[in-house]
């Protein structure tokens, strides 16, 4: 129990008070959700959008708003829930309706 203990004071010092960052992510997904019909996102799509609240609700109620993990944890999640390939020359294909 002494391990649990100690990342959640390891995760507090980083992102802040957790209740401080639910209340945030919260309020950011009821924006993005309460008025679209449940069918209007994927499951793909409206679990990368739940997972980016997160994270931008850790940056706003954080220590440290340029830990770099935040940030390439929201492209990384933009990247599957857009089902975004990219092709050899560099450019990006959205693939979403597939």
Same mark, same amino acid.
Do not use: H
């Given at each position: 129990?002494? &391990?649990?203990?100690q !990342?959640i004071? /390891? +995760?507090?010092e980083q992102?802040?008070?957790f #209740?401080d960052?639910a209340?945030t ?6 924006l993005l959700?309460d008025?679209v019909p &449940?069918?209007?996102? !994927?499951?793909? /799509? +409206?679990?990368?959008?739940?997972m980016?609240? #997160?994270k931008l609700?850790?940056i706003?109620t954080?220590?440290n ?7 390439? &944890? ?5 990247v ?8 050899d020359d ?9």
């Amino acid at each position: 129990m002494s &391990d649990i203990k100690q !990342t959640i004071a /390891q +995760r507090g010092e980083q992102y802040g008070d957790f #209740t401080d960052t639910a209340i945030t992510a919260q309020k950011m997904k009821g924006l993005l959700f309460d008025d679209v019909p &449940d069918d209007f996102y !994927t499951p793909r /799509q +409206r679990e990368a959008l739940e997972m980016i609240c #997160t994270k931008l609700a850790r940056i706003s109620t954080g220590n440290n708003p340029s830990y770099e993990d935040n940030w390439r &944890d929201i492209a990384g999640y933009a990247v599957l829930g857009g089902n975004l390939t990219e092709v050899d020359d560099g450019t990006r294909n959205c693939t979403s309706g597939q």
